[in-house]
């Protein structure tokens, strides 16, 4: 039970550190904000932000189809 809970603990602070951290969008929407204000700092972030949504729905439908038709490739995952 110890290690169980050590390794879903070390995943859990990976995730939040990932989650924190500022990426490429976060620079980009900074960029944006203050070249053309408020305004576009929160068209740029929406942009963003569908963008991410949207890679984030492609792979995982992508890992849906993989693991529904293609169950002994997902094995080999």
Same mark, same amino acid.
Do not use: C, H, K, W
């Given at each position: 039970?110890?290690?169980?809970?050590?390794?879903?603990?070390?995943?859990?602070?990976?995730?939040?550190?990932? #989650?924190?951290?500022?990426?490429?969008?976060?620079?980009?929407?900074?960029?944006?904000? #203050?070249?053309?204000?408020?305004?576009?700092?929160?068209?740029?972030?929406?942009?963003?932000?569908?963008?991410?949504?949207?890679?984030?729905?492609?792979?995982?439908?992508?890992?849906?189809?993989?693991?529904?038709?293609?169950?002994?490739?997902?094995?080999?995952?």
């Amino acid at each position: 039970m110890g290690s169980e809970f050590q390794s879903i603990t070390a995943a859990g602070a990976l995730f939040f550190l990932g #989650l924190v951290s500022p990426g490429p969008n976060f620079l980009v929407v900074i960029e944006s904000t #203050l070249r053309g204000g408020q305004r576009s700092g929160i068209f740029t972030g929406l942009g963003a932000s569908t963008g991410d949504g949207l890679y984030a729905l492609i792979g995982l439908l992508g890992f849906s189809t993989l693991s529904s038709q293609g169950e002994s490739l997902f094995q080999a995952l």
